[in-house]
């Protein structure tokens, strides 16, 4: 833990079930970052200036909306030590990996939280949350987390693994960013940074995105005009959830050979596993290394929510091949 605490801090608001209240239609996120602030006011160790971004459940959340939530922690930082964002947990994950590579090299900590029950619940978790969250970002410690349940997650290895437990998200294929105990906030594995290509040494905000991505999980039969309609439809990426260590059948529904008119069309191809834990690793197999070509990288541990958002992200920069093959934020393991 540093000893160093930022005098002003960013609280953005962005909805999400921390922010619901019950309406005629349902619980809706309603409350302000104000009003967020208001249970912990007189907690707070620091100034923190509190700024609505956008106000919606994260079902809705998409590219658009990481784009402009990129913008304002970048505007953010300019005057603030570090930048809290309460968020909608169904697509928390996937924001946190978008702005882990959009603002990749960023030295102030941007930390990422919600709860499983509203704020004014009785039985909430926002409390101790957002406590935390405020907490890790006082500290000294640059890149982009998600603090839940007294955790501290890399916003590349963090994955939802519960809908309604308090304990929502877990570390995937890497340990926790750091943890929270009587002694106070501790970053045992802050989120790294490894310049590939043209990124610069230190910090510049990279904010574009490229949605022309698609999402495809195997199973055993799937037809090989799923690929042709993935080119056809005008994506421009597609993440391969594959079998196992990166398998998929080429007996009677040829997805290998459909996957090589996929590239030869200029989709670029990323492969990751169905398995929640460990790596792909195209190389071991015969059908693996035949595919192992220009446009088809294999995604190694990362986890799906980081291989999406590294597509979008790597398709407006000027060397997405390099950034393909590289870890840029720790978003998966090195090739030896």
Known sequence: MTDATPKRLALLATGGTIASTMTEKGLAPTLTASELLAPVREWLPCEVVARDVFRMDSSNVQPEEWQRLAIAVDAALRE??????????????????????????????????????????????????????????????????????????????????????????????????????????????????????????????????????????????????????????????????????????????????ALEDLVESGVYVLVVSQCLHEKADFSLYEVGRGMMRTHVHSGRDMTTEAAVTKLMWALRQADTEALLSAPVVGEMVGFA
Request: aromatic share 8%; glycine share 10%; hydrophobic share 40%.
């Open 80 to 257: 603030c030590d570090g930048v809290v964002i309460t968020h909608g947990t169904d697509t928390m994950a996937y924001t946190a990996s978008a702005l882990s590579f959009m603002l990749a090299g960023v030295r102030k900590p941007v930390v990422l939280t919600g709860s499983q029950l509203p704020i004014l619940h009785p039985l909430t978790d926002a409390l101790s949350n957002l406590r935390h969250a405020i907490a890790a970002a006082t500290q000294d410690v640059g890149g982009v987390y998600v603090s839940f349940d007294h955790k501290l997650i890399s916003g590349v290895r963090c994955v939802k693994t519960h809908t309604t437990a308090m304990d929502a998200f877990s570390s995937i294929n890497a340990p926790l960013a750091g943890h929270f105990d009587a002694e106070g906030v501790h970053f045992d594995h802050p989120q790294g940074y490894t310049p590939v290509g043209s990124l610069p040494q230190g910090y510049a905000l990279k904010d574009g995105l490229d949605a022309r991505v698609f999402l495809l999980k195997l199973i055993p039969g799937t037809s090989p005009d799923v690929l042709r309609y993935v080119a056809k439809a005008g994506y421009r990426g597609l993440v391969i959830e594959a079998f196992g260590l990166g398998g998929l059948h080429y007996i009677r529904r040829n997805l290998v050979k």
